[in-house]
């Protein structure tokens, strides 16, 4: 089975701070995708990655950057964290195109106070 | 840009079979619509995909129309444990944006 871990479950943090999430996947899987979900707007991705060092903007990249030094890690980077990036953050991998099936890990809840 | 649109909650009672309709418009034409499935404090987990006419695997049908411009997923006799919050995703046609819908919360009752 496909495991997809992110480093926290829970993680709370003060504005301004640098935020670094952590995601890991165990199947050599290409493509790694960042996505926030918040009530109401569902599921936005923020970078997609399809190699090492390599990465897309999604639909919201703005305040977040993306480092995918190695094939199964691929982290989330808020530069500067502010109150409206508390969110619920996913993390996905897959094979294929970006519509191909994903697998998901059981996202980080972040705060920002 | 492509749109998603989905009920936002639904009510079964177990046994019976739902029918989840996701309307999209201004999809790639060659990509194909997935679904998911996601419970509370967990990540979606993917159910089916196609790409036109019917699909179907062990848990779920998929029916696409000719135009594909909705989808609807079908849960044959549901259970309790069905209870979720069902979301497309779809790719827009014009620079490949990930579209997913807002998600249908199913309640299944006994």
């Known amino acids: 089975d496909v495991k997809v871990t992110q480093s926290s479950r829970y993680l709370v943090k003060r504005t301004g701070e640098k935020v670094f999430l952590e995601c890991v996947q165990d199947?050599?899987?290409?493509?790694m995708f960042w996505y926030r979900q918040d009530p109401g707007l569902g599921l936005r991705l923020i970078y997609f990655?399809?190699?090492?060092?390599?990465?897309e903007k999604g639909d919201i990249p703005e305040g977040y950057s993306v480092s995918r030094e190695k094939k199964e890690r691929f982290s989330l980077i808020l530069e500067s964290a502010s109150t409206n990036q508390t969110s619920m953050y996913l993390c996905?991998?897959?094979?294929?195109?970006?519509?191909?099936?994903?697998?998901f890990g059981d996202g980080t809840r972040l705060s920002i106070l | 840009l492509a749109k998603t649109t989905q009920p936002i909650s639904m009510d079964s009672y177990e046994g019976q079979e739902v029918n989840i309709t996701c309307s999209h418009n201004n999809i790639a034409t060659n990509d194909y619509i997935t679904w998911y499935q996601q419970f509370p404090s967990q990540g979606p987990r993917f159910i089916i995909q196609?790409?036109?006419t019917k699909v179907t695997n062990e848990v779920a049908s998929l029916f696409i129309p000719a135009d594909r411009k909705s989808s609807t997923l079908s849960l044959p006799r549901v259970s309790l444990s069905d209870t979720a919050v069902y979301y497309c995703?779809?790719?827009?046609?014009?620079?490949?944006?990930?579209?997913f819908g807002q998600g249908t919360e199913l309640s299944v009752k006994p």
């Open positions: 995703l779809v790719e827009d046609n014009q620079g490949g944006k990930l579209i």
């Open positions: 199947m050599d899987h290409e493509n």
């Open positions: 990655s399809y190699d090492v060092k390599m990465k």
């Open positions: 196609g790409y036109k």
């Open positions: 996905a991998s897959g094979i294929g195109g970006r519509n191909q099936p994903q697998h």
